[in-house]
């Protein structure tokens, strides 16, 4: 199912279909301040699994990031920060970073894993936003492929429901995305360590 939204006019409607979509179990392609990217609800691990397997992988052994709609919401999946990390954190969000955080005592739960690390996005995109708002939990996220493919392929909806449409439940069209992926911090160490750089800047 292809289903248009326009940054200027999202309907509440909208939101509660895509948030319909995935309390069902959902796959999902939506837009991001960087590129599309595939999501499902957290902690849905058939949904986890069918997104694993977009990306040809296994899920216990893929490194998804969670999406949150705030710093006050990802503070139940990662290990408490102290001052200094969690003002940087204020600074920079939303926005277009993935932060690599310790995870909490939740996150091997929930995913069914030994992961002691997890990526949060929170990002600087109105869609994305209300779609956690209204969910009221996070997703579980990957970018769309973009290795050996055309530009378009990544970044035009247009060419999604030819690639992905038999492959996930609703596509999510905001008009041409970003060819750039997130900046990666890491802050595992309690220090900020660029590990990828990408759209996000740090102010």
């Known amino acids: 199912m292809l289903l248009k939204i326009h940054s200027q ?9 895509i948030c319909d979509c995935l309390n069902k ?46 710093i006050s919401q990802s503070s139940e999946f990662v290990k408490p920060l102290p001052n200094n990390l969690f003002k ?10 993935t932060f690599v955080f310790q995870a909490s005592n939740k996150i091997p739960k929930i995913l069914q894993t030994n992961k002691r690390t997890i990526g949060i996005r929170i990002p600087d995109n109105d869609i994305v936003l ?20 055309e530009v378009e392929c990544y970044t035009n909806p247009e060419y999604f429901d030819d690639l992905y449409g038999n492959k996930v439940d609703m596509i ?23 590990l990828r750089e990408g759209l996000g800047i740090l102010k």
């Open 9 to 17: 006019g999202i309907e509440q409607k909208q939101i509660k279909e």
């Open 25 to 70: 179990g959902g796959v999902i392609i939506y837009p991001t301040d960087t590129v599309y990217a595939f999501a499902c609800k957290l902690g849905n691990m058939k949904a986890s699994e069918r997104l694993a397997a977009l990306k040809g992988k296994k899920f216990e052994k893929s490194d998804f990031s969670i999406v949150c709609h705030s």
């Open 88 to 97: 940087f954190l204020k600074e920079n969000t939303p926005g277009a970073f």
């Open 130 to 149: 209300k779609i956690v708002e209204e969910l009221d939990y996070p997703l579980i996220t990957s970018s769309l492929p973009t290795q050996d493919l």
């Open 172 to 194: 999510i069209d905001n008009g041409m995305g970003s060819e750039n992926t997130s900046t990666v911090i890491d802050l595992t160490s309690g220090e900020i360590e660029i």
